[in-house]
T-cell receptor, first 113, second 114 residues
């Protein structure tokens, strides 16, 4: 069974640009969550999608958005990039709900210059 | 709101010995779950062990076990017979029964000396 796949693995963008990150969950998993990891703030929850609906949202500005497609693949978009958005973005998939194990991808390393 | 605190930023252990990583948490929920995740240099978070708060028995997975002290809101991870491959960052995390969001601690870097 293939694991959680995140693309691209590395990305360099210029301040003010926008970026889209992709996450393909494990086959059959319907829940996809996104986390931002930085040395200063640690791991912070961005949002969760379940069956194409945003089920939960963290405390991030509106520049951070996401969506989920009918095949459960999810994309995360960050508009008007700031230097502080440089981080490792991790995606996690779950089969269904809260009580099931979250499987993480290897992340996308975003650098904003 | 949930909080998870890992106060030790780094620890070191001799290969084959035992090490305990500390974690405290706070939550107002009665239905919650606690986790330890390992993040090696490859960056992929791997679940080490999980504990349901309603279970009194401490979870065990091979060389990994937890000491869950519910009243003290403490959730420590014990690694027995440490191996070189155990070297990584370890994160303590929690979630509630109603919310699948994981709240992480700051993590601890574990090094294993050969």
């Amino acid at each position: 069974k293939a694991g959680v796949t995140q693309t691209p693995r590395y990305l360099i963008k210029t301040r003010g640009q926008q970026v889209t990150l992709s996450c393909s969950p494990i086959s059959g998993h319907r829940s996809v969550s996104w986390y931002q990891q930085t040395p200063g703030q640690g791991l912070q929850f961005l949002f969760e999608y379940f069956s194409e609906t945003q089920r939960n949202k963290g405390n991030f500005p509106g520049r951070f958005s996401g969506r989920q497609f009918s095949n459960s693949r999810s994309e995360m978009n960050v508009s008007t990039l700031e230097l502080g958005d440089s981080a490792l973005y991790l995606c996690a998939s779950r089969y269904r709900g809260q009580n099931t194990e979250a499987f993480f991808g290897q992340g996308t390393r975003l650098t904003v210059v | 709101a949930q909080t998870v605190t890992q106060s030790q930023p780094e620890m070191s252990v001799q290969e084959a010995e035992t090490v305990t990583l500390s974690c405290t948490y706070d939550t107002s929920e009665s239905d919650y779950y606690l986790f330890w995740y390992k993040q090696p240099p490859s960056r992929q978070m791997i679940l080490v062990i999980r504990q349901e708060a309603y279970k009194q028995q401490n979870a065990t997975e091979n060389r990994f076990s937890v000491n869950f002290q519910k009243a003290a809101k403490s959730f420590s991870l014990k690694i027995s017979d440490s191996q070189l491959g155990d070297a990584a960052m370890y994160f303590c995390a929690s979630s509630t029964g109603a919310n699948s969001k994981l709240t992480f601690g700051k993590g601890i870097t574990l090094s294993v000396r050969p």
